[in-house]
């Protein structure tokens, strides 16, 4: 048995719609050899997306098409699936796509597609979790990475951290709290589900 094997790489694809800051964290904890991971393929369903200039910076082939060029939702996500697939990913890291994931596509990747959500899920899934959080009243909320299942942000959890709400926060100062959170959280994450196995027992993440 050879002792000194190298460690396979895991091969990451990214979904966005947006700036993708939360995708540039994770290219950054690689980059800085964090994670051991690689980037093999972008995708935004928005083709002015600004993580698009981010993928071409860092040279991973990058790919935009909307659900509006297919006639249905179904073929919309089988040709995502076939991008994604013949990239070589095994992993779907969803890093801002703001497009809620159907059966077409998550059966693609069974418990193979993570998500970040800014809130302490269950608490506030959907959209705007941290007005919703002020909105509440709640002291702390943050950020959570979960398996894709299903269901809106419904997920089996991998990992969570915690954020202050303080009593002047309004959506935004609380949302880029909440942000600094999600980069330092979501590549810990990777490294959780990429590095052990782990099984999904009673729709929670159980590594074993
Ligand atoms: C993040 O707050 C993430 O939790 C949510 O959408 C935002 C995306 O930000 N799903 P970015 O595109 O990663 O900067």
Not at 9 to 20: E, V
Not at 29 to 54: H, P, Q, R, W, Y
Not at 129 to 144: E, F, K, L, N, R
Request: glycine residues 6%.
């Amino acid at each position: 048995m050879n002792l000194f094997k190298k460690k396979r790489t895991p091969k990451l694809a990214f979904l966005i719609s947006g700036r993708g800051s939360n995708m540039s964290a994770v290219l950054s904890a690689i980059a800085a050899k964090k994670l051991n991971a690689e980037a093999v393929c972008v995708f935004s369903d928005v083709k002015s997306a600004g993580g698009l200039k981010v993928a071409k910076q860092n040279n991973i082939p990058a790919h935009s098409f909307s659900p509006k060029d297919f006639s249905s939702r179904e073929e919309y996500e089988s040709k995502l699936a076939r991008v994604i697939s013949d990239s070589g990913a095994e992993w779907v890291i969803c890093a801002g796509y703001m497009r809620i994931l159907k059966k077409t596509f998550i059966d693609y990747f069974p418990n193979r597609i993570l998500n970040i959500h800014p809130s302490l899920l269950p608490s506030f899934p959907g959209l705007r979790a941290q007005q919703q959080a002020i909105d509440y009243g709640v002291t702390t909320s943050g950020c959570t990475i979960h398996l894709v299942d299903y269901g809106m942000d419904t997920g089996p959890i991998i990992m969570q951290s915690p954020v202050p709400v303080h009593a002047d926060d309004d959506e935004r100062s609380l949302s880029v709290r909440i942000l600094k959170a999600e980069h330092e959280t979501y590549w810990q994450a990777i490294q959780k589900v990429t590095e052990n196995t782990f099984q999904v027992v009673d729709r929670k993440v159980v590594f074993v």
